[in-house]
Every structure is written in C-alpha cells, then in structure tokens.
C-alpha cells in the first residue's frame, strides 16, 4: 500500500504580493490590504514585508497599524483581482494531481497519492518555482502524510519555501 503524500500550498501576503504585481511601486514602500480608514472600519487582512518589518499584524485594526507604521499604504482589496490570481494558481495545480482541495482562496491542499511523480518534495519545488517564474507569487508548501502536517508545514518556513513533515521526523520539527 503507498503511502499518502499531500502538499499543502499556502500562497505569502497573498492580496498583499497581488497588488505589488498590479502596482510595482508598492514593493518600495510598507503597504497593507486593509477595510476603509475614512469611515473608521476595517482590519489588515494582508501586509508586504516592509510593513511585516515595521510590525504590521494581519488582523490588526488600521488605526494600530498606522500607529506602528505612520507612513503605511492602505490599499483596498480587490476581491475579483484576487480571485483571477487564485484560478490561474489553480490551474497549474492541476497539472500536478487532479485531487485539489482549496482551503480558502489562497490556499490548497493537493493530493499526490497515486500519482506518477514520486517525489513529493520535487513536486512541491517544482509548483514554488513555477508560481514564482510564471505568476509572480511566492508560495511555502508543506509535504506530509496528512494535511495537518502538511498545513503545519506550509506555516513553518515562510515566505517561499518548502518544509517536510515525515513519519521519521514530525516528532522533531513539530513538537
């Protein structure tokens, strides 16, 4: 019987690194995807790495994101921009197995199980190579037996890289 072999693709800051794509500029200053500040509302919901740097939270209210970075960029989310960009990461997913699972709109769990490629962690560099080369974005993509670890693994090593969960390892890495 083989062994289960499940990625777990989490694409980094995604709003944030599609509007860096959409706007160059903003990758030269702290910039946020974030709710409307005239009317009071409204969290982080992405940060860029020179916002991340200044200690920008996602999730954290505007108001103390401004308080932290005086000089941030808000931009405003364009969800079907976002979306365009969720498809065409899809797309290339299903170049690898047609077993993909998404787990919000910038995430995907894919299941390699049977497939031909057996080399998970190949696979996985592979997908981060093309994300990078082909749509701009960077991915960290966690390689297990299930998709806890592998979720586990997406978080661990960010932005783009690529962490192995084993059945000979977890212990180590997880714990």
């Given amino acids: 019987m083989e062994l289960r072999r ?14 860096m794509l959409a706007r160059p500029s903003l990758k030269t200053v702290p910039c946020a995807v974030a709710g409307d500040p005239v009317n009071r509302h409204g969290i982080v919901l992405a940060k860029n790495p020179l916002a991340k740097k200044a200690g920008v939270q996602t999730g954290e209210v505007i108001w103390q994101a401004k308080q932290k970075c005086p000089g941030l960029i808000l931009v405003p989310p364009d969800y079907p921009r976002y979306l365009y960009y969720s498809r065409l990461a899809r797309s290339l997913y299903l170049e690898y197995t047609d077993r993909v699972e998404a787990f919000g709109i910038d995430e995907c769990w894919l299941h390699l199980t049977g497939c031909p490629d057996r080399d998970s962690f190949q696979t996985a560099e592979k997908i981060r190579g093309r994300m990078k080369k082909e749509l701009g974005l960077t991915v960290s993509v966690g390689v297990s037996w299930n998709k806890i670890y592998a979720k586990l693994g997406s978080d661990i090593k960010k932005p783009d890289a690529t962490t192995v969960i084993s059945r000979s390892n977890y212990q180590e890495v997880v714990y």
Avoid at 6 to 19: G, M, P, T
């Fill in 6 to 19: 499940i990625l777990h693709v989490d694409q980094n800051a995604f709003y944030a690194s599609v509007e």
